[in-house]
């Protein structure tokens, strides 16, 4: 099976140069200005259009057991909604309860993703702190390909760790050269806020946003950020909303200190004003944490990706229909946290990104792939068009529009938080591991056909960090030993 795309742009996160590409047994096997097909191979006609790294979405949860419910989206279907919208990886997440062994839940992660059609891999998440724990962090990293570990700051009495742990889990990820990503809201000001608008009536969707404002957000950045450099580990913020969590991350850039921040697609153009729409099941459907926020954040988002201070776009795509919405019909506090995205990602960041000239293709490349392969190890496999790499690309067609709904889309959730949004610039043809699996409308995929990526640690960048903290670390010597 081999597969030549012709007469089209190809655009990496650097160049952006006239090339065919042509792919055989799932991998870029040449680049080239004019390549021959070989007899029997599939061609496509890129002409006009761009040849560009398929996207990998850093942050989803498909099928996640959460709140009460299961997120209604799954590894097969989210994994196709994403292909149809260009994006041929995503990064999950495991998320044991606590005291569920992380061996276990793994492999409970890994038969749910099974029938996934396009490739993945996980991040495991720290929901609580044994040595145990501790002994199964070296499991996963050494033999299973994982090379990055969660914390949930938020959710107070399901999976927050609590600082403690947190401290024992950074130091475990720089013994094993694994980075650090957090979901950084300080749960304790959530549960205290949540309570005092329970109290005081406030009960509705209207709630959410007044439970987890942006201090509350950039509190838990900052502290973790100081965490992180204190252990002398790298730390990756995932969902920055808002300036709070944007100004401790680039203050810490500043001072060298290894920092990434991811933002979402929503955060960037869905504002605050979803929730006090008098239509409840409208309001309940954007409740996510972190939550929408006043318009004048979303400025401060792009700047931060164009200024390199945030390096990913993700979705944080975890789907719950209106009937597991109204579990909190009573109480907000009950509302299943989660949106979707996952198929809109590129077209919505290319619309109001590059068409609206705020950054540029390579630009886009970058925030929608190419970071996230080099910050989680899996580039040049993943993010490049290179001689070698996987064979997961996108054919993009700048000129052709499509307006977004939930009566259209791919994704398994009766909602859509773009709904409405007419986006220009959209893929043509999707492939993935060298097979075309999207064109002009139609999905082509094969269930069971995705794989579970492996990601390796990172000794170099922990040996330099290591290095860094030496350098820094006062120069105390015991008291006997300077007598
Ligand atoms: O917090 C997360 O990232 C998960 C539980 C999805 N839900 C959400 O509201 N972001
Ligand atoms: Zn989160
Ligand atoms: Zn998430």
């Known amino acids: 099976m081999s597969l030549l795309i012709r007469g089209g742009t190809v655009v990496t996160a650097d160049q952006t140069f006239r090339a065919d590409v042509y792919c055989a047994d799932g991998k870029i096997k040449a680049v080239g200005e004019t390549l021959d097909a070989p007899a029997g191979a599939q061609t496509v006609d890129a002409g006009g259009q761009y040849v560009m790294p398929g996207g990998i979405d850093p942050h989803t949860h498909m099928e996640l057991p959460f709140m009460g419910t299961v997120a209604s989206e799954d590894f097969l279907s989210g994994t196709a909604a994403g292909l149809a919208g260009g994006t041929t990886m995503i990064i999950d997440f495991v998320i044991p309860a606590p005291n569920v062994p992380l061996l276990d839940a793994y492999e409970q992660w890994m038969g749910w993703a099974k029938k996934a059609c396009a490739d993945y891999s996980f991040h495991v998440a720290i929901t609580w702190w044994s040595d145990k724990v501790r002994e199964e962090m070296g499991v996963l990293a050494r033999d299973k390909g994982v090379n990055s570990f969660k914390h949930f700051m938020a959710y107070k009495g399901a999976i927050m760790v609590t600082d403690e742990h947190l401290l024992a889990s950074f ?116 409740v996510m944490s972190p939550p929408f926020r006043p318009k004048e954040h979303q400025e401060v988002l792009w700047r931060g990706l164009v200024s390199g201070n945030l390096q990913t776009t993700a979705t944080d795509h975890c789907c719950f229909c209106a009937d597991q919405k109204a579990m909190g019909r009573n109480d907000f506090t009950r509302i299943p946290n989660g949106t979707g995205g996952v198929e809109d990602r590129m077209a919505v960041l290319w619309t109001h990104g590059v068409g609206a000239g705020r950054i540029t293709m390579n630009e886009f490349v970058r925030i929608t792939s190419t970071n996230a392969a080099q910050i ?44 409405g949004m007419n986006v220009k610039g959209v893929p043509s043809h999707t492939i993935s591991q060298g097979k075309v699996v999207y064109a002009n409308g139609k999905l082509m995929v ?38």
């Open 376 to 419: 989680f190890n899996i580039y040049p496999r993943k993010g490049s068009i290179s001689v070698g790499a996987d064979a997961d690309i996108v054919v993009w067609d700048p000129a052709a529009t499509r307006t977004i709904s939930a009566r259209t889309h791919h994704q398994k959730i009766d909602f859509n938080i773009f709904e």
């Open 171 to 286: 130091q475990r990820c720089q013994e094993l050269g694994a980075i650090a990503t957090v979901h950084a809201e300080n749960g304790e000001l959530v549960y205290y806020l949540q309570r005092e608008l329970v109290k005081k009536g406030i009960t509705g969707p209207e709630g959410h946003p007044l439970s987890r404002p942006p201090e509350v957000e950039g509190e838990a950045a900052n502290r973790v950020i100081r965490i992180a450099q204190v252990i002398g580990t790298p730390v990756y913020i995932v969902h920055n909303s808002c300036r709070e969590s944007v100004e401790a991350i680039t203050r810490a850039r500043l001072e060298g200190q290894r920092v990434y921040g991811e933002v979402l697609a929503g955060h960037l153009l869905v504002d605050d004003s979803v929730y006090r729409n008098p239509d409840w099941n409208f309001a309940a459907a954007h």
């Open 446 to 483: 094969e269930q069971g056909a995705g794989r579970c990526i492996p990601r390796p640690t990172f000794p170099t960048v922990f040996e330099a960090v290591k290095k860094q903290n030496e350098a820094r670390a006062p120069r105390a010597v015991p008291r006997e030993a300077a007598e």
